[in-house]
Each structure stands twice: as structure tokens, then as C-alpha cells.
């Protein structure tokens, strides 16, 4: 299985999975939300965590001890993250990279990417166990069943195709290999006689010359 490759940071999904999965709550109507994104090596998809701009009271419901929430500086801008409504999704669902002053939005302290990596591997955990982390959670289960069923499907290679007989080259039409029926008599298996050796034609020239 191919290694799924993409650099943590905020992205915009594509209309492709607003369509799809319109039946679960993840996309708000006429609103285009932005996930921090980063791969899940157990099934190779991405762990989508769905972010809202800073506001003051995103404090202290971060700072409750069984918060999942982070607050997080992106190209020196405060983000919201959501883990308790993650889920997982498959790197064709990503349309771009969200963009801050003019740039891709990452953290400005990259040494946390490793940090909420391991956060969002514990919230995975929790959501796996059926485990409810937010008021608006996600189907976690249900999308990631679905992604990886549309993943094996897509990833299923399809049996080489056995060329017919119309389709083989001119070159090999225009030789065939002849019958025995149809070759000379001479040349039939048990009929053939070896050549008489050239000193014994030359002897016999000779006796006639005489």
C-alpha cells in the first residue's frame, strides 16, 4: 500500500466529499469550514480536524481537564481545534491548503505537529471505544468504514486483459507453421535421403568420361 504523504497543516475539503457525505454533520450549510490535517498510519487516511477562528471563551473550554480542544497559533493566528469531532478522510477529498496572510496556514511552533499528532492518535482511541467527546460529534465510526471501503475499491487492481486472436500483430498472422500433410513427399518424416558424397559424384563423372 502506497504511503499517503501530506504536510500537517489547515486544508479546505473539495466539493467531491461535501456531496458524499452530506448525510453526516460536517459541513454546515453554505458554510466551507478548515481541518488540520495530518496522516493516520493505521489506515493510511488523513485525521481531519475540523477548526473555528479564536475567540476568549475557547479558553477556558479548553483548559477543562476532560477537554480535547487545543488552541493553536497558525501563521501567527489563533486556531480552534476540535478533536472530539475529527474523522478520517482520504487524501482525493482535499481541495487546498487554507491559506493565512497570503501563505499555507502551518504552526508557527513546528515542533507541535508531533505533539497533536499523539493527541489526536488518543482521541482516535476514544471515538474507536464509542466514546462521545462533543456536544455535535461526528459518525467517526460510519466515515471511516465508509473511506475505507472507497479506498479497497479504488486500490483493487483489475486482471490483465488476455489479447484475442484479432487483435494479434500482422507479423504473427503471416507466418504459420505448415502441415506435415502439405509439405512434399520428399520432405515427409521416414522419406528423407541424405545427399551422396561430393568424392562419390566426382568418381562417377569420371567413369563416364572414360
Same mark, same amino acid.
Given at each position: ?7 500537517? !497543516? ?14 453526516? #454533520? ?18 493510511? &487516511?488523513? @485525521?481531519?480536524?475540523? /477548526? ?15 477537554? @480535547?480542544?487545543?488552541? *493553536? ?8 481545534? &476540535?478533536?472530539?469531532?475529527?474523522? &478520517? /478522510? ?29 493527541? !489526536?492518535?488518543? @482521541? ?7 466514546? #462521545? &467527546? +462533543? ?8 466515515? *471511516? ?6 479506498? +479497497?475499491?479504488? =486500490? ?7 489479447? =484475442?486472436? =484479432?487483435? #494479434? +500483430? ?11 500433410? *502439405?509439405?512434399?513427399? +520428399? ?19 569420371? /567413369?563416364?568420361?572414360?
Amino acid at each position: 500500500m502506497k504511503k499517503t504523504n501530506l504536510r500537517p !497543516g489547515l486544508y479546505i475539503l473539495n466539493d467531491n466529499f461535501v456531496k458524499k457525505f452530506t448525510h453526516f #454533520k460536517v459541513i454546515r450549510k453554505n458554510v466551507r469550514p478548515h481541518f488540520f490535517s495530518f496522516v493516520d498510519n493505521r489506515t493510511n &487516511l488523513l @485525521v481531519i480536524v475540523p /477548526c473555528t477562528s479564536y475567540k476568549p471563551i475557547w479558553e477556558k473550554r479548553a483548559n477543562h481537564p476532560k477537554s @480535547v480542544i487545543k488552541i *493553536e497559533s497558525f501563521n501567527s493566528e489563533k486556531q480552534v481545534l &476540535l478533536f472530539g469531532n475529527m474523522f &478520517l /478522510c482520504d487524501k482525493k477529498y482535499i481541495k487546498r491548503p487554507f491559506i493565512i496572510n497570503n501563505s499555507m496556514a502551518v504552526l508557527d511552533n513546528l515542533l507541535k505537529n508531533k505533539e497533536l499528532q499523539k493527541h !489526536g492518535i488518543m @482521541v482516535i482511541n476514544k471515538l474507536r471505544q464509542g466514546i #462521545k &467527546l +462533543s456536544n455535535y460529534p461526528t459518525d467517526f465510526l460510519g466515515i *471511516e468504514k465508509e473511506m475505507l471501503k472507497d479506498k +479497497s475499491r479504488h =486500490s483493487t487492481k483489475q486482471p490483465p486483459k488476455i489479447p =484475442s486472436k =484479432s487483435n #494479434k +500483430s500482422t507479423h504473427n498472422q503471416s507466418y504459420q507453421s505448415p502441415n506435415r500433410a *502439405e509439405l512434399p513427399k +520428399s520432405y515427409q518424416p521416414g522419406n528423407y535421403k541424405p545427399n551422396p558424397p561430393l568424392n562419390s559424384i566426382n568418381n562417377t563423372k569420371k /567413369c563416364i568420361n572414360i
